[in-house]
């Protein structure tokens, strides 16, 4: 079965400091790779994706992601986290070939910054 | 810059009554999503369409029905409601295959 995962339900980071959330999938094939982050009461925002070519990726807000085939690992990053970085970080996942374009989501990581 | 819009934001509904969670986009977008998010267990697909017309079921579409009878609009309706719905619903859409999803601000809905 196809699926994401983020294994971490929470990740605490001192401000400053680099921050890793960490994303893995099981899909057969090359899938599109996503990361969205959720504020309290909204929606889920976009960040970046990977389609194809480089495999770090540049998003918003200073994230980047690194796509990693031989792990199927997707890790989100930033190497100075901000207290406003605070939020709940979602992995997505649209598996190739997939006529429908279902977008299966992982059940998300609590991101806590300490100032 | 509307992009996707739900109403209401919040409802509070009794066993058995029945409404509809209204969803629009202006983004010309194709593909339109309903996602249910309940704490700690991420979001699941309701239903989703791949175009006006088209519609299909996603991983929890039991007690939920849609229609896309227009590009716009993804309407999802409850018939029988039960307190197992009692969730926050969120609409997105798309342009396609490998495009970001748009979210609308989601509908808290509490069924008591």
């Known amino acids: 079965a196809q699926s994401v995962a983020q294994p971490e339900d929470q990740v605490n980071v001192a401000e400053g400091n680099p921050l890793t959330v960490k994303c893995t999938y099981s899909?057969?094939?090359?899938?599109?790779l996503f990361w969205y982050v959720q504020y309290p009461n909204r929606g889920l925002q976009f960040l970046l994706k990977?389609?194809?070519?480089?495999?770090l990726v540049k998003g918003s807000y200073g994230f980047e992601a690194e796509f990693n085939k031989s792990q199927t690992s997707f890790h989100l990053k930033k190497p100075s986290a901000l207290v406003s970085d605070s939020a709940l970080y979602f992995c997505a996942v649209r598996p190739p070939r997939n006529r429908d374009d279902k977008i299966i989501f992982g059940k998300g990581t609590r991101l806590h910054i300490l100032p | 810059n509307a992009g996707v819009t739900q109403t209401p934001k919040f409802r509070i509904l009794k066993i058995g009554q029945s409404m509809t969670l209204q969803c629009a986009q202006d983004?010309?977008?194709?593909?339109m999503y309903w996602y249910r998010q309940d704490p700690g267990m991420g979001l699941k697909l309701i239903y989703y369409s791949v175009g006006a017309g088209i519609t299909d079921k996603g991983e929890v579409p039991n007690g939920y029905n849609v229609s896309r009878s227009t590009t716009e609009d993804f309407p999802l309706r409850l018939e029988l409601a039960a307190p197992s719905q009692t969730s926050v619903y969120f609409c997105?859409?798309?342009?396609?295959?490998?495009?970001?999803?748009?979210f609308g601000q989601g509908t808290r809905l509490t069924v008591v």
């Open positions: 990977y389609i194809t070519g480089d495999n």
């Open positions: 899909v057969s094939g090359n899938p599109y």
């Open positions: 997105a859409s798309s342009r396609g295959p490998g495009t970001e999803a748009f």
């Open positions: 983004m010309n977008h194709n593909y």
